[in-house]
């Protein structure tokens, strides 16, 4: 029960992260479908249900199609690539900000893939794209 109260309040700043992808780092379309976002919801790459905590480097901005489709799968694994592509992106335009410096602190690309073949190996379905849902 403790647990389940530490995990919603740490869910509670996810806004910081929308308003960071989107304002700074101009993330203004779906991550997955391409879309332009009207209304934004932070997805977690890796599921939240798997990982349990909020990293900027494992956050896409996604429309509410995608978001509620995808829920707790993973991607193909075409949209790796995409995350580290952004990954790159934000540590590039991320002039000294601090919540990135600390943020990507401990972030290695090869993190994200041992994370989904983790996630995979744990159960969790992959394969999801919003192509194959739509
Ligand atoms: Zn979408």
């Known amino acids: 029960m403790a647990k389940k109260l530490d995990y ?6 996810l806004k910081v992260y929308r308003n960071l992808l989107y304002d700074t780092f101009h ?4 991550f997955y479908c391409g879309r332009k976002l009207k209304s934004i919801e932070v997805d977690h790459f890796i599921p939240w249900s798997f990982v349990r905590n909020d990293k ?10 995608c978001n509620n489709s ?7 694994r075409y949209y790796i690539e995409k995350i580290l592509a952004q990954n ?5 335009h991320s002039n000294n900000i601090d919540v990135v410096k600390r943020e990507f602190k401990i972030y290695e690309p090869k993190k994200i ?6 996630a995979i190996f744990n159960g969790f379905d992959y394969g999801w794209s919003p192509n194959a849902t739509a």
């Open 8 to 13: 919603a309040t740490k869910r509670t700043n």
């Open 27 to 30: 993330r203004h379309d779906c």
């Open 56 to 65: 900027l480097w494992n956050l896409a901005l996604a429309c509410p199609k």
């Open 70 to 76: 995808k829920r707790d799968s993973l991607s193909t």
């Open 88 to 92: 790159d992106y934000i540590i590039e």
């Open 113 to 118: 893939y041992e994370m989904y073949e983790c």
